[in-house]
C-alpha cells in the first residue's frame, strides 16, 4: 500500500467519515471502494457509444460474405484444433 495525500471538502470527508464509522472499516477502505466503484461505472459505454457500435454491427451484417461455407467451415476446424493444441504464434512455433 502506499499512502498519499489529496484534499477533500469538508462535507466529503464528513461522508467518508460517517461511512467508515458506520460499517466499523478504516476511511481508507471506504475511499478504495469508492474510487474501485467510481471506475467501473466510467468505464462503461455510453448510449451513444453503444448505438454507434450496434450500427456498425449492423453494417458489417448486411454486407454480404465474400467467402464460401466450405472456406468458412474450415477456418472454423482450423481455429478449434489449435484452440485444442494451445495456440501459438506461427512464428513460434517449434518443429
Do not use: N
Request: proline share 4%; no cysteine; glycine share 2%.
Amino acid at each position: 500500500m502506499k499512502k498519499v495525500t489529496y484534499t477533500l471538502d469538508d462535507e466529503t470527508v464528513e461522508r467518508i467519515r460517517r461511512a467508515a464509522q458506520r460499517d466499523q472499516r478504516p476511511k481508507s477502505s471506504v475511499v478504495r471502494e469508492a474510487v474501485a466503484r467510481y471506475a467501473t461505472e466510467s468505464e462503461r459505454l455510453s448510449a451513444d457509444e453503444i448505438r454507434e457500435q450496434l450500427r456498425i454491427l449492423d453494417a458489417i451484417a448486411e454486407t454480404p460474405s465474400t467467402r464460401s461455407a466450405r472456406a468458412v467451415d474450415a477456418e472454423l476446424r482450423r481455429l478449434a484444433e489449435s484452440r485444442r493444441s494451445g495456440w501459438q504464434r506461427p512464428d513460434q512455433r517449434h518443429p
